[in-house]
């Protein structure tokens, strides 16, 4: 496990879409469980797809790498992703 999670079996798929800025270095390390490059771009992003049992394991990943990686699928998680987002800017914009 790349987490502290590990627990419940890792049957959810998520597709991520990493841009050409940091691309490198999800070639390099490994940030999500089962992590594997599905395609590189012509522009130098990727799309990587990962195995997990629960978002909990990623979110806070995906939080760190923002502008620089995007939710694809499934689209829960992206919502998720979202709201967390335009909670944060609500509670610093007043």
Do not use: M
Request: charged share 30%.
């Amino acid at each position: 496990s790349v987490n502290i999670w590990f627990e419940g079996k890792r049957d959810t798929e998520v597709k991520l879409h990493v841009r050409a800025e940091t691309a490198q270095y999800f070639k390099n390390k490994t940030y999500f469980p089962l992590q594997k490059i599905e395609k590189e771009n012509k522009d130098g992003s990727l799309i990587l797809i990962c195995k997990i049992a629960k978002f909990a394991e990623i979110r806070p990943i995906i939080l760190h790498w923002i502008p620089w990686i995007k939710v694809i699928s499934p689209q829960s998680l992206c919502d998720e992703v979202k709201n967390a987002v335009q909670d944060y800017l609500t509670e610093i914009t007043g």
